[in-house]
């Protein structure tokens, strides 16, 4: 049985700074959230410069996931897209239930 994504339930958004474009991020976070769990999307962030933190990134990637998938793999693929970002130099800061279990910026 294949698990379906449910595209109605945001599970965890991801803003991200430093980054080339959307497909480049889409290059770099697709590969480590592979899953047929798993649904992501990168899009420009809307309130982008508008102010000062993490809200005012150029890019949010939203992460969306099947029903079935426990937190320990909700927090797996969270913590290596964040890892991979971060890997690459960019700023990344998640934004969802379980901020505390992911890892932190050491920058």
Known sequence: MTDEVDLSELDC???VSGAGGRDQLDAWI??????GDTEIFVGENEDAGAGHGFLFFDHVV??????QADL????GVVS???NELR???LSAVAACDYEERLPRDRS
């Open 13 to 15: 958004k991801i803003f």
């Open 30 to 35: 697709n590969p480590v959230a592979a899953g």
């Open 62 to 67: 939203e992460v969306y996931f099947a029903r």
């Open 72 to 75: 320990n793999r909700r927090v």
């Open 80 to 82: 290596a897209i964040l």
């Open 87 to 89: 890997r690459r130099g």
